[in-house]
């Protein structure tokens, strides 16, 4: 029972994130603004960096298949997955923490969102150095958002999940 209503979770987490990255979202080529951050972010939180990273990997796959904003490129379904698995891995089983978070996603912003997916782009024949800019300042933008959003999903959201799973936690499978 434990692991089909942990299933349940990954799936609301993946639906979530294709509807609020690929249909709630503003996008250019080079510059995505959308929410689709926090389910991923949650189910890093909830069930470690492996499930986090898996979450991000499958909805980035299922996102593209159904809302298709150009071609494939694997490297984005890498980026979905370290991203998910460095949720996890700055957050899960940890105390709750503004800093942990500002920390985390800091991480995120600079390593695999400024980084790598300006590097997936350039590779993929958007742009070059000139890329660089629009998408810092659109990162600037998103740290505070992601930063109060996770925040107020964690502390809200997932101490809500946190009683139902202990309060089930007694109930024979």
């Known amino acids: ?6 299933l349940v979770f990954i799936g609301l987490f993946i639906s ?14 080079i510059i995505r603004i959308s929410f689709g951050f926090l389910p991923i972010a949650l189910s890093g939180i909830m069930f470690g960096p492996v499930i986090g990273g898996v979450t991000g990997m499958v909805a980035d ?17 890498i980026s979905a997955f370290l991203t998910g698995a ?7 089983k940890k105390e709750r923490s503004i800093i942990r978070i500002i920390i985390t996603v800091l991480v995120i912003t600079v390593f ?9 782009l350039i590779i993929m024949g958007f742009g070059n150095a000139g890329i660089i800019l629009p998408r810092i300042l659109k ?10 959003t996770i925040s107020l999903g964690w502390r809200y959201l997932g101490s809500f999940i946190e009683k139902e799973k202990f309060k089930r936690a007694d109930i024979k499978d």
């Open 1 to 6: 029972m434990k692991n089909s209503r942990m």
């Open 16 to 29: 979530l994130d294709v509807i609020l990255t690929r249909y709630l979202a503003f996008q250019t080529p």
């Open 61 to 77: 796959i299922i996102g593209m298949i159904i809302f298709p904003r150009g071609p494939y490129f694997p490297g984005f379904t």
């Open 86 to 92: 460095i949720y996890g891995l700055f957050l899960h």
């Open 112 to 120: 695999v969102d400024s980084f790598l997916n300006t590097i997936w």
């Open 139 to 148: 990162n600037l933008i998103m740290v505070p958002v992601q930063i109060v």
